[in-house]
């Protein structure tokens, strides 16, 4: 049986799943084994109150913006278009959740992760790939 | 109505005081749209690095039409309120980043240099950084979704943000291949990345001033065709560019896209040149002209109008008053420069 009622995320998991065939057809690299799968695998570690699964499909929607936008130096049409679908996809799960704390959470680490992204050098995101999710984490109920 | 930067130049709901003949409506969107700009640019300074800071200021301080703040505004007024009327300037400023957003990371995939007259953001700072800077302004919109929790705004824009840039993903697939870019592809792409987005903009509005559901769809249908419109205009002035403003017309046949005027023109030669990747300058100047003598704009100007009597015709049901009045002068004005192109 459920622990908690499940929020209905069948729109946005049909956008989820969208999103992956979007991004065979731009013939991108396909996701890292640190990326999707890894985000959504330790949110779920982390996270064992409602709406888990939601939680999940957030942080790997998120993980997958963050990794295209940091791949647009060499792929600036797909990875600028795929990384903002994504960035719509995490909207999607996001506005399900209903949850201002999560809301702020994220926006403070995209906020700060941009800025030192935009002033880095190639290597990756400034600051851990996967900090955000217990950032998040913080944002929910205990 | 031909903008400095080239492009379609709306007269703004703000400036046509005699459009909008109400005194308390005309300075209520003044000053909305002014507490938007005040706090776009409180934004863009409030960004962590030097460079994304005049990256940003420049952009969004450059101005542009905040069409789809206006349309919100009005559309916030444009019948009775049934419920609780929410504040306007978070969704106003909300809708004007999604904007910003979408312009900076598209100067990023079509390579451009220039955007609203100055220097875009790739060309003066890299891709990186302009995919950056787009990406900080999400997160500023994103702090404005608490505002409108429970009244739909937000699931909508979130849907429309997807939406938008599915639509670009597929274009960018279909670039230069003449069988896939129908007339139906074409009105396809045209919602997914223009129409939806006005029509998100009217309804937001609508459901944020408190309006019935009903009132909020009608609103919807307006910006939808209204939408439609104005992206249809805006592809028939790309073949007139370089007599308007002085910049080569066809720009999307260069860049394989097959707008409305090229796909009525029915012209066989255009049909053959289409597809061809690397246009010459020669070719393209051919197919331009060929599109213009079979009319082909001139219907394509037709099917603005229609667009835009369909938009007032959703208003139709809609309480008389002067935001009505307005956003059918703004439908009436697209369709005037239609008749002028």
């Known amino acids: ?142 | 109505m031909i903008g400095a930067a080239g492009k379609l130049d709306m007269p703004r709901a703000a400036d046509i005081r005699e459009g909008i003949g109400d005194e308390a409506l005309y300075r209520g969107l003044r000053t909305a749209l002014a507490a938007t700009e005040k706090e776009l640019l409180r934004i863009c300074g409030a960004a962590g690095a030097e460079r994304m800071r005049g990256d940003l200021g420049r952009i969004v301080g450059a101005g542009g039409k905040r069409l789809r703040p206006t349309l919100a505004y009005l559309c916030r007024r444009a019948d009775a309120a049934r419920g609780e009327a929410l504040r306007a300037v978070p969704l106003l400023c909300m809708l004007e980043l999604m904007h910003s957003v979408s312009l900076i990371h598209d100067d990023v995939v079509d390579d451009a240099a220039k955007r609203r007259g100055v220097a875009s953001v790739n060309a003066s700072s890299g891709a990186r950084a302009a995919v950056q800077s787009g990406d900080f302004l999400l997160a500023k919109a994103m702090e404005k979704l608490e505002c409108y929790r429970g009244t739909g705004v937000n699931e909508m824009l979130a849907a429309v943000s997807a939406e938008m840039c599915r639509g670009e993903l597929l274009q960018q697939r279909v670039r230069h291949d003449a069988d896939a870019q129908s007339e139906a592809f074409y009105y396809a792409q045209i919602r997914s990345k223009t129409a939806n987005f006005l029509s998100a903009s009217c309804r937001a509005g609508a459901l944020v001033g408190g309006l019935s559901e009903e009132a909020a769809n009608r609103l919807g249908l307006f910006g939808d065709r209204f939408g439609l419109a104005f992206q249809i205009l805006d592809d028939v002035l790309d073949f007139k560019a370089e007599e308007a403003f002085g910049r080569p017309s066809g720009q999307d046949i260069r860049n394989g896209v097959f707008t409305l005027p090229a796909l009525l023109c029915g012209d066989d030669a255009v049909r053959h040149l289409l597809p061809k990747r690397n246009k010459t300058r020669r070719e393209i100047r051919s197919i331009v002209a060929r599109v213009r003598r079979t009319g082909a704009l001139e219907r394509a100007a037709d099917r603005v109008a229609l667009h835009c009597e369909e938009a007032c015709a959703a208003l139709a049901p809609l309480r008389d008053g002067p935001a009505k009045r307005a956003l059918a002068r703004l439908a009436e004005a697209l369709a005037e420069r239609a008749r002028e192109a």
């Open chain 1, 1 to 142: 049986m459920e622990k908690y009622p499940k929020i209905p995320c069948a729109a946005p998991d049909a956008l989820l799943a969208e999103g992956y065939r979007l991004w065979e057809a731009a013939g991108l690299p396909p996701p890292g084994p640190d990326e999707g799968d890894a985000a959504a695998d330790a949110a779920l570690a982390m996270y064992d109150g409602p709406h888990r699964e939601a939680f999940a499909a957030v942080c790997r929607c998120y993980r997958l913006f963050r990794a295209l936008h940091m791949r647009a130096e060499a792929f600036p049409e797909a990875a600028t278009l795929l990384g903002d679908y994504f960035f719509g996809v995490f909207s999607c799960y996001m506005v399900l959740f209903d949850s201002p704390p999560l809301i702020r959470a994220f926006a403070g680490c995209l906020a700060r992760d941009a800025t030192a992204a935009a002033a880095g050098d190639a290597d990756g995101p400034r600051e851990d790939a996967m900090e955000f999710i217990s950032i998040a984490r913080e944002a929910l109920p205990a």
